[in-house]
């Protein structure tokens, strides 16, 4: 329990409080805020006001909660429409005024009669009141008071235009200045109208301090982000306790003011009128798309008996064929477990390879349908570079993805960061790119530097920057020169034919005939980076990382179409053409070519799946010829294969592209 002393403890120098030998009382904050009111209603029903009280207004200085005036606000007289002032400009702080005086009385008391206080107008003129910042009289005051527009059309604009300008550009007593000058040009032309003195009057005015009506007050942790309602007394140091930890957050949630009342803490950027707060907060697209949303669809199927524990289980077999890219994690036995602890690298292998061919007999129509817009989107938006027209059509996805939710679902399925979906354009024209900012790379470094072994000492740096210099070049010990077989060397030979137009070039079996030929010496690489893009022959890592996609142009050269391979071996081979006046390409010629001997899947005119992204291939490979010789530049993208087998017990392959990186 508070003691007296604590409780009435502000200083009131009002006319009825100051007569006694201290020339001042001790009152309770709601008294003092009471006397205050009192006192400046009494100042509004005077017709006349001084020069040098809006003059000594332009000293409020909100940054120091000190603030000073010359006496309180009088009504403008003879103006028209004129606002109720309230006194307090609203800042950050809650306010309330202290009429101190020099130990005198600034305002009238209720009982006082008019003669008296014209009488003590001019002593008051040179003095000053203290105004200290305290967190009471925001509750007791209104300050979203009914608007009082003028009804001269031009009075309005004015009126309007000042306070959205004042409100988004100006700070501190810069409104106060700019609304002085307001009046003065608007006394010049001799107008019957003015601005109230303060931002707050012109907010309540035009009906700009309603637009927060109903929005509560919280306060937030720094630290562990807990959040409180300021309507309930919040303690002056955080008092969470983290998961693990054994004692409480801590953290200082409140600071005390000049007038030792205690206010909450508060960012300062909410004070710069260009920062917003919406925009200027990211999306991590990996929490957004690939950890939040699809959790969230896996408890609702299962909730709602869409998915079954019979279904786990055939998902997981036909998982358990499915051949995935190197970059991405293979899920071997957590569909089946019921996606017991999966981290964000799996999630994101779950939406990319194996939800769409793994929901398909399991979900409805509907169902289905609605879950792969979030797969379309998530394919657009994981792009190393993405235009303005796709960002658009991957917020069109996403926008179908939550209304079908929305259409067949119940409510409660619908959460926060499905509608963060929706603001997640936003943020990609903002700051570009998902690589530039999602959490995948810190968490994948964090993971590195983890598993690196020190043997509990120090010098840490010293043994990481070695590891990562031997990681970086130790493919440069790894090459090995080696001859193409006869196999495969015709197809080369045929390739150089028909690029260069050479239809004359020799074989090395030749080489006693001219001493340009095709050699057969080549240099095995075992695996490639192409802009991020890691590719991999099938003779160093089985079949990951070895699956790719190519553009070949039809017979007629007007169309393209996508074919599906798997990489045998990348190699380095060297080549120079024969001297030719006539021959451009000579001139232009680089000795050296990467190529990757790629043997290419038969294809198949089956559509069924192409609305979801999805090829269909035989798993039989269609003979070699000199399409085998692939440069690497012309490799379009990995992909991932799943086995399927129709109804008439024909087996196919299911090929999923994967986003490039």
Same mark, same amino acid.
């Given at each position: ?36 009111? %009192? ?15 809006? %003059? ?133 032309? =001799? ?208 926008? =179908? ?261």
């Amino acid at each position: 329990m508070s003691s007296t002393s604590e409780l009435y403890n502000k200083k009131c120098y009002c006319t009825k409080c100051s007569d006694n030998q201290q020339g001042y009382s001790f009152v309770s904050t709601q008294t003092l805020q009471r006397h205050n009111k %009192r006192a400046r209603y009494e100042d509004m029903e005077r017709s006349e006001r001084n020069v040098s009280v809006q %003059r000594n207004l332009m000293d409020i200085d909100f940054e120091t909660t000190s603030n000073q005036q010359t006496g309180p606000m009088e009504a403008i007289g003879g103006q028209t429409n004129s606002p109720v002032w309230e006194g307090a400009p609203i800042s950050d702080d809650e306010v309330a005024f202290s009429n101190e005086l020099n130990g005198k009385s600034s305002d009238g008391d209720e009982n006082d009669n008019d003669e008296e206080s014209n009488g003590s107008e001019e002593s008051e003129d040179n003095e000053e009141n203290i105004v200290e910042i305290e967190v009471e009289e925001f509750d007791t005051e209104d300050p979203f008071a009914t608007p009082n527009m003028p009804e001269n059309p031009v009075h309005r604009f004015i009126a309007t235009f000042v306070v959205m300008f004042a409100s988004r550009y100006v700070v501190n007593k810069g409104a106060v200045v700019l609304i002085e000058f307001i009046n003065k040009l608007l006394s010049i032309y =001799e107008q019957d109208f003015q601005l109230p003195m303060s931002l707050s009057g012109l907010q309540s005015m035009t009906g700009f301090s309603a637009m927060t009506k109903g929005i509560k007050r919280f306060v937030v942790c720094q630290d562990c982000h807990k959040v409180y309602e300021e309507s309930v007394p919040a303690p002056l140091n955080c008092d969470f306790v983290k998961l693990g930890a054994h004692t409480a957050c801590n953290c200082k949630l409140m600071v005390q003011s000049l007038s030792g009342g205690l206010v909450a803490k508060k960012s300062y950027l909410y004070r710069l009128g260009y920062f917003d707060l919406v925009r200027g907060t990211i999306i991590d697209p990996m929490h957004n798309l690939f950890l939040g949303t699809p959790k969230r669809m896996i408890e609702t199927w299962t909730k709602i008996k869409k998915m079954k524990n019979n279904d786990l289980l055939a998902m997981q077999t036909v998982a358990a064929m499915m051949i995935l890219p190197s970059n991405y994690t293979k899920l071997k036995t957590k569909i089946g477990k019921g996606f017991s602890h999966m981290k964000a690298d799996e999630w994101k292998s779950w939406v990319f390879v194996y939800s769409p061919v793994l929901l398909k007999p399991v979900l409805l129509s509907n169902m289905f349908n609605g879950w792969m817009h979030h797969v379309k989107a998530c394919r657009i938006l994981v792009k190393l570079s993405i235009s303005f027209i796709e960002i658009d059509q991957a917020h069109r996805y996403l926008q =179908e993805f939550c209304q079908s939710c929305e259409d067949t679902y119940e409510p409660k399925v619908l959460t926060c960061n499905m509608h963060l979906h929706l603001h997640l354009h936003d943020t990609i024209y903002d700051f570009g790119p998902v690589y530039s900012y999602w959490l995948f790379g810190f968490e994948r470094y964090n993971s590195l530097l983890k598993n690196n072994k020190t043997n509990r000492k120090d010098r840490f740096e010293t043994t990481y920057m070695t590891k990562f210099t031997a990681d970086a070049y130790k493919a440069d010990y790894s090459l090995k020169e080696s001859t193409m077989s006869d196999i495969d060397y015709p197809q080369l030979l045929d390739y150089y034919k028909i690029a260069y137009v050479m239809p004359n070039l020799i074989s090395y079996h030749n080489a006693r005939l001219s001493q340009y030929f095709v050699n057969n010496q080549i240099t095995k690489l075992k695996s490639i980076d192409l802009l991020g893009q890691t590719y991999i022959g099938n003779n160093s890592s089985g079949k990951r990382g070895s699956l790719v996609q190519a553009f070949f142009h039809s017979s007629n050269g007007r169309t393209s179409s996508l074919y599906t391979g798997q990489i045998q071996y990348l190699f380095i081979h060297s080549f120079t053409l024969p001297p030719h006046p006539n021959h451009q390409a000579s001139t232009l010629h680089q000795d050296q070519h990467v190529f990757a001997y790629i043997r290419w899947y038969n294809s198949t005119n089956d559509n069924e799946h192409r609305d979801k992204g999805i090829a269909i291939c035989l798993p039989e490979f269609s003979a070699d010829n000199y399409h085998s010789i692939l440069p690497v530049h012309r490799i379009h993208l990995e992909v991932a294969t799943a086995v399927d087998v129709t109804d008439m017990n024909e087996e196919r392959m299911l090929v999923i592209p994967m986003p490039k990186k």
